[in-house]
């Protein structure tokens, strides 16, 4: 089970740092990524960090403004978002999959973000 957390209303140009704690598995063992989906729009792709750490960005609108990094002592991903735009308002998700490519098997429960102008 994954659960985001971080989430909350800060002004453009805000900062906020999502977490997402697993429990029941160990996230060593995955491929870890946050994807947000804002109203009326499709769920989209943020960011991901392998297990051996390495990352990929979206490469548009996040690119250069967000750092994704993992704990695995506790368990714990990171979204560090900065530089925050009213675009940037969603509800983000982590998820997670055991092999590198292919479905995401594991989501969690979303943390709403919100940007104002």
């Known amino acids: 089970q994954l659960q985001a957390s971080g989430g909350g209303l800060v002004q453009a140009g805000g900062s906020l740092r999502l977490s997402c704690v697993a429990s029941?598995?160990?996230?060593?063992?995955?491929?870890l990524g946050w994807f947000r989906q804002a109203p009326g729009k499709e769920r989209e792709f943020v960011a991901r960090?392998?297990?051996?750490?390495?990352?990929?960005f979206d490469a548009g609108s996040v690119k250069g403004r967000v750092t994704i990094s993992r704990d695995n002592a506790k368990n714990t991903v990171y979204l560090q978002m900065n530089s925050l735009k009213p675009d940037d308002t969603a509800v983000y998700y982590c998820?997670?999959?055991?092999?590198?490519?292919?479905?995401?098997?594991?989501w969690g429960r979303g943390t709403q973000v919100t940007v104002s102008s």
């Open positions: 960090i392998t297990r051996s750490g390495s990352i990929t």
């Open positions: 998820a997670a999959r055991a092999a590198d490519y292919g479905a995401w098997a594991f």
């Open positions: 029941g598995r160990t996230i060593s063992n995955y491929q």
